[in-house]
Structures are given as C-alpha cells and as structure tokens.
C-alpha cells in the first residue's frame, strides 16, 4: 500500500476512489471501504481512499478537535482492509474554496477516476456544493461513475466518528470498540519517566502519545499492550499521579504490563483499551496506593482472561 501526503504526488489510472476524513476508520467506514476495494478488484482497478488532515473541523471553525486515529494509523487500517493507495492531502482555507468542478477535474487528472464511491450524507467543494446529484452530474461529463454507500447502524442508531469520540471522552471504552469494531488505542513510543513505579514495585511504561490524539479521561484501564507482535495484559493510569504529584497539570499515560520485565525504552508501545476500571483518586500513603495497584491488576486480568 501507497501512502501519499499530497494528491499532487499521485499519477494512477482508472482508480475507484472514496473521499472523506475516515477519522477511526470504524465500522460505517469499514462497509463502505470493504465494498470500494470488492470492486476495484473485479474491474482490475485499484482502491484509492483520500482523506485530509489536519481535520476539516479544525481549519473551518478554529476547535481542538481531537482524532481517533492519525493519518499513519488511517493509512494502515485502510491498507488492512485492501485499499490500494492512501492520499491524505493537506486541509487548508484554499483547499475549502475549491469548487466541486475544479477539485473533481484535479481527481480526474491524476487518478484517472472510474468510479467514485460516497457516503451517504457526503458533500465537498465550496459551500459543500458537490452533493451526490452534483458529482454525478459532473461524472458524466469527466467520465465516472458515483455510488453512494448507505450509512450502517446498530441498536444506538447511525455510526458515526462524532457518537465515538463521545463515548471516549466519558470514559466509556467498551462501548467506543463496539463502534469502531476494534479496541481504541495509542500508540508512540516508551519515554524515561521519574522511575517512581519501580521503586514502588510496579513499573510502568510512560508512552509519549500523539497530541492529536483523543485521550480517555484519567481513570484506570484494562487494556492489552503490544510489542511488536508480542501481547500483554496492562493496567494503564490516564492522569497526573495526585498521590505524589497533586499539583501536576500536564497528564501521563503509564502502562504497567503484567508478568512482563524488560527495557522498552524508546521502542513502540500500542496501548488498546478494553474497560474502565475507576477514577484515578489521591491516596493518603504509598502503601494504600500499591494496595489498590494490586487490586487494579487483579481485575485487569479479569477483564481480559
């Protein structure tokens, strides 16, 4: 699989295409991408998936609209599921301006567009002219095709990147892997810490996440922590450690892998939550502390046997 960073970079022909953000890449995306790449196989074609980054949001209205997913992990899960080649071309002001004739034009000219595969509620171009009945209209004259995938829903109602970030931010981690047909996750590398749950007997993995990235609230989770292609069990702190550093603002992800003891630094860590164990809270002594520790991974083996 091809990841570009910029359609200008890309010259293919007779691409079948979907166009979109794919924040999460969950199950409504997973349909539709599933359906794209079934047909690009039939017709020798190959699957294309354009996304943008940073998030349209973002640029369009100024909010800190955190990601489920960075364009590296988007360009992977969608490799997963055949898509061919991943462009994910920069959002900007300019680029919200285009109209829906110019960006399809530029489509046409480096992917040689066949067929052009869309959401059900799916607009681009200046004031989200290029509607369904817009692109198709203009597929007759460029040469493609349009088909629209219709939305997939589940007892909840829609599935959406919007109702995932919602159950990730209140916590609600199980839920959000309903959605997303996955475990959420970060993932970056292992960075020096204090050293402080080592002397305390339980060491703990610091991992430097992106910022981007939507972080559950500070709490305690059962999570699974990969390696590589190894797997472990984890109890994973989200939060500032108030029993030793309550006056701390900055928050820490620390996972502390079960039956596990080597050196990681510097390596890369993916950290998938399963459950939310409880909220983090300040204890009066570091012996309560590494009593309720050992708790936290007892039920964290629970959770995950």
């Known amino acids: 699989m091809q990841h570009y960073r910029s359609l200008a970079d890309v010259k293919i022909a007779n691409a079948w295409l979907t166009i979109g953000v794919f924040d999460g890449i969950h199950r409504g995306h997973q349909a539709l991408l ?9 017709d020798g074609a190959p699957a294309v998936l354009l996304s943008f980054h940073p998030h349209p949001a973002n640029v369009l209205s100024g909010r800190d609209l955190r990601l489920l997913t960075t364009p590296e992990e988007r360009a992977d ?29 530029r489509l046409k000219s480096h ?12 607009a681009l171009g200046k004031n ?23 939305a997939v829903s589940d007892e909840s109602g829609v599935i959406s990147s919007t109702a995932i970030r919602k159950l990730i931010s209140a916590g609600n981690v199980t839920e959000a892997a309903k959605l997303l047909g996955r ?3 970060l993932c970056g590398p292992v960075l020096h810490g204090d050293g402080r749950g080592r002397r305390i007997g339980v060491p703990t993995a610091n991992l430097g996440c992106p910022e981007s990235k939507s972080l559950p609230p500070n709490g305690i989770y059962a999570c699974w922590a990969r390696i590589g292609a190894e797997r472990f069990m984890a109890a994973t702190n989200i939060g500032v450690n108030p029993t030793f550093t309550p006056d701390k603002r900055s928050i820490t992800v620390e ?46 083996r629970s959770a995950l046997s």
């Open 34 to 42: 599933k359906q794209l790449t079934a047909g690009a196989q039939r």
């Open 77 to 105: 899960l969608a490799a997963s599921l055949g898509v061919d080649a991943v462009i994910t071309e920069p959002f900007t002001r300019d680029l919200a301006e285009t109209s829906a004739h110019d960006f399809m034009s």
């Open 111 to 122: 992917l040689g567009l066949s067929r052009l595969l869309i959401g059900y509620d799916f």
């Open 128 to 150: 989200r002219e290029g509607n369904a009945q817009r692109l198709a209209e203009l597929g007759r004259a460029m040469g493609y095709t349009v088909e629209i995938v219709p």
């Open 183 to 185: 475990n959420y996750s």
């Open 255 to 300: 996972a502390h892998l079960l039956d596990f003891d080597r050196d990681i630094y510097d390596q890369t860590l993916t950290i998938e939550f399963v459950a939310r164990l409880r909220d983090e809270l300040k204890y009066e002594s570091v012996e309560t502390l590494v009593n309720q520790i050992h708790k936290d991974v007892a039920e964290t």
